[in-house]
């Protein structure tokens, strides 16, 4: 059968792109369709203006600890609309530096939401096409569970724009958004209190990391409020909002951001009309090659759910796009897979948790160093540092690098490759560090604290 297309993606994101791209590399004729903006969630309401949000937060701290080395500085003010519009402006030119990339690989791109019509059709803005092959891309979203009041909240999809900035904010979540939202949105001067119904945040994350994090952002101003769930939100005559908690307590605030999860962006996708499985959670099911119950319909990123990483939905797009049109059958190594919570102070992590190691590992070795980072001996302030090795203590292996302090997300990287090549503890030992740096460390940790 004739087909309009080799390859059919819905959804332009990083993975969506990514494929596309490549498929159409190696000849595959390819189209795109996107019904919001080029780039996806990362692009435009995730990493990366996320991460522009957070480079503003730090010039709080940073002018408070110059005056310890001699700078003085009458008190800074900050301007939301600056960074706002500076945020939008960058976005437009990365939206169509996205466009150029799909026009130079000869990728049609299509606007609008495509809806399946049968296992070969996509039907978009009211024209179809037909295709070999379908590929889902279309990510996730923000989930709010339903509470009274809930028309008034935000989520990550709105706070970048807000109108106002707010000098009371209430962040709802416990996982790595709603901490980097609540870190950010504190180092630029608003009274920030964080709410989550369990006993500690960042859920799944090492815990000697998790409570270490929690002391530290604690410190930088952020009210912690755990074992808490928000049962309503009111909004007042001034505009404000009323918080009420279970534990019979309030927070007036003047915005709410929701931060309580995401879930795979399949409203109006047509999967009714095809044989596509999804798991209990929701996500849309695949095998090792992205491959749905329906045999020409693929799918991967953050809709198949696993771990929700702007480069795992590019090695996936990848990974799909060789193995369609090449001979190579390629499959992605999910292991020792680096990330990074942007929070103050950064949050870098690759490997096991001591929780995962010593359930899989039989005797594991920890190294543990906690420090006040060379600077802030003369800044004054008080953040500390948390570095730590898990090791193998039969193999000498290195099966888990966790750090909490400035710049973890860069030193992690750097590990995660030593990781990935089956690093040693004695292959850290033997290396010659870079003096003085906090980096360092991960390389002079000669006593185990436990075993």
Same mark, same amino acid.
């Given at each position: 059968m004739n087909y309009d297309y080799d390859l059919f993606v819905i959804g332009a994101g990083s993975g969506g792109v990514r494929s596309s791209r490549v498929a159409a590399s190696f000849g595959a004729k390819v189209a795109i369709c996107e019904d919001r903006y080029m780039g996806g969630t990362c692009v435009n309401v995730g990493c990366v203006p996320k991460k522009l949000y957070a480079y503003a937060s730090e010039y709080s701290s940073h002018f408070r600890d110059s005056e +310890?080395?001699?700078?003085? @500085?009458?008190? $800074? #003010?900050? #301007?939301? $609309?600056?960074?706002?519009?500076? !945020? %939008? %402006?960058?976005?437009?030119?990365?939206?169509?530096?996205?466009d150029t990339l799909l026009d130079n690989a000869?990728?049609?791109?299509?606007h609008g939401r495509g809806e399946i019509v049968d296992p070969h059709t996509v039907s978009v803005a009211g024209k179809t096409? %037909?295709?070999?092959?379908?590929?889902?891309?279309? +990510?996730?979203w923000p989930f709010v569970p339903e509470i009274k009041g809930k028309e008034h909240v935000i989520t990550s999809n709105e706070v970048f724009d807000l109108e106002q900035f $707010? !000098?009371?904010?209430?962040v709802v979540g416990g996982g790595y958004i709603a901490v980097e939202f609540a870190s950010i949105f504190n180092g630029l001067a608003s009274r920030v209190t964080q709410l989550y119904? +369990? &006993?500690?945040f960042l859920r799944g994350f090492d815990n000697e990391v998790r409570q270490f994090a929690a002391k530290e952002i604690r410190k930088k101003g952020v009210n912690l409020h755990f074992n808490s769930?928000?049962?309503?939100?009111? !909004?007042? /005559? &001034? +505009? /404000?909002?009323k918080v009420n908690l279970d534990d019979d307590v309030s927070v007036i605030a003047d915005a709410v951001l929701y931060a309580t999860g995401r879930k795979p962006h399949i409203k109006g996708l047509g999967l009714e009309n095809v044989n596509v499985r999804l798991t209990e959670d929701g996500y849309i099911d695949v095998n090792e090659q992205f491959q749905t119950?329906? $045999?020409? @319909?693929?799918?991967l990123g953050d809709? @198949?759910?696993g771990m929700e990483l702007t480069p795992v939905a590019l090695a996936e797009g990848m990974a799909l796009a060789k193995s369609l049109y090449t001979n190579e059958i390629c499959k992605v190594d999910y292991s020792n897979i680096a990330t990074t919570v942007f929070c103050q102070p950064n949050i870098g992590t690759v490997g096991l948790t001591e929780e995962q190691a010593n359930a899989e590992y039989r005797h594991v070795v920890k190294y543990r160093s906690t420090f006040r980072p060379m600077k802030h001996s003369i800044s004054g302030s008080q953040e500390r540092t948390l570095m730590k090795l898990l090791v193998d203590g039969d193999t000498d292996k290195i099966l888990g690098a966790h750090m909490v302090g400035p710049d973890a997300g860069e030193i992690m990287q750097g590990l995660a490759i030593a990781m990935k090549a089956g690093a040693t503890k004695t292959d850290f030992d033997s290396t010659i560090g870079i003096h003085p740096t906090s980096a360092e460390e991960f390389v002079t940790m000669r006593e185990p604290v436990s075993s």
């Open positions: +310890g080395f001699g700078w003085q @500085i009458s008190e $800074p #003010h900050f #301007h939301w $609309p600056t960074l706002r519009n500076h !945020k %939008t %402006t960058e976005i437009s030119r990365l939206n169509t530096v996205y000869n990728v049609e791109v299509i096409y %037909t295709a070999e092959r379908i590929l889902i891309a279309v +990510g996730g $707010p !000098k009371r904010l209430v119904r +369990g &006993d500690l769930d928000v049962i309503s939100i009111e !909004k007042l /005559s &001034d +505009g /404000s909002l119950s329906e $045999p020409s @319909i693929y799918a809709v @198949i759910g």
